[in-house]
């Protein structure tokens, strides 16, 4: 299993795809009942295996991440090749980005960029990332971000 089980709620939600996959994979409803009733083996081989054919595309289609604790904002572009990353960082000890927006700290920031190639398929990495606590944001929110640090790094070079 590349990713994790979609949960019963993920499943019901997606009961008619998953009734497509069954079939697809000559697995017919009689057959079905019969695997649960008997709780064989291959149940949870095939909703491991349907599970990561969702997350899979679900995570293509995820561009942006953002990471947000008290103390810095990491946001995550996810491109084809590669990550960008913006993060944030303030100087004021009593700025907490969980509550407060950068922007009324303008003075006090510290903002930094960097690019990452993947060191594995980017979708797993895609996936640890929503695993250890970023959301998905808008590629509006990362924009506003990357025009901070442009911002940033050109008052710097002035």
Request: charged share 30%; hydrophobic share 30%; net charge neutral.
């Given at each position: 299993m590349k990713y994790r089980c979609l949960t019963n709620e993920e499943l019901s939600e997606l009961e008619t795809e998953f009734k497509q996959f069954l079939i697809t994979s000559n697995v017919y409803t009689e057959e079905w009942e019969e695997l649960n009733r008997k709780k064989d083996s291959r149940v949870n081989e095939l909703?491991?295996?349907f599970s990561d054919i969702v997350l899979d595309?679900?995570?293509?289609?995820?561009?942006y991440l953002e990471h947000t604790t008290i103390k810095d904002i990491k946001a995550f572009k996810c491109g084809a090749d590669e990550m960008i990353l913006i993060g944030?960082?303030?100087t004021n000890p009593i700025v907490d980005f969980t509550k407060d927006a950068?922007?009324?700290?303008k003075d006090e920031l510290n903002i930094f960029s960097t690019n990452k190639?993947?060191?594995?398929?980017?979708?797993?990495?895609?996936?640890?990332?929503l695993e250890s606590g970023c959301s998905i944001v808008s590629e509006e929110r990362f924009n506003k971000l990357e025009l901070a640090?442009?911002?940033?790094?050109k008052t710097i070079q002035n």
């Open positions: 909703v491991e295996m595309k679900a995570l293509r289609n995820i561009k944030i960082t303030s950068p922007s009324e700290f190639p993947y060191n594995k398929d980017r979708e797993l990495e895609v996936f640890q990332l640090y442009t911002y940033s790094t």
